[in-house]
């Protein structure tokens, strides 16, 4: 069973920073476009960043200059560093790996973010 397991959410100020991580098993990364959304109360869930299999990454224009996306394909693992962080990130992330013909979802990890 593929799984991505996200890690590192929680409560911060804000102005301050937090780095997610999400963990693949079974599959490997390498083949995948690998996604961070999320989702706050009320909201659709939207695209917050994306990193290729080239290591092209994608953001969306709300968190640019703030977030970035990595991944370490040996560790099969991606990462999102989120710096100064404001209230309005406050949601529940959540890692996504796709490739065109296959997709699949994290449970999900909740960051706070107190004014």
């Known amino acids: 069973q593929v799984q991505l397991v996200e890690s590192g959410g929680g409560l911060v100020q804000a102005g301050g920073s937090l780095r997610l991580s999400c963990a693949a098993s079974v599959i490997r990364i390498n083949s995948y476009t690998m996604g961070w959304y999320r989702q706050a109360p009320g909201k659709q869930r939207e695209l917050v960043a994306s990193?290729?299999?080239?290591?092209?990454?994608n953001y969306a224009g709300s968190v640019k200059g703030r977030f970035t996306i990595s991944r370490d394909n040996a560790m099969n693992t991606v990462y999102l560093q989120m710096n100064s962080l404001k209230p309005e990130d406050t949601a529940v992330y959540y890692c996504?790996?796709?490739?065109?013909?296959?997709?699949?979802w994290g449970k999900g990890a909740l960051v706070t973010v107190s004014s």
């Open positions: 996504n790996a796709g490739n065109g013909l296959v997709g699949y």
């Open positions: 990193i290729t299999s080239a290591h092209l990454a």
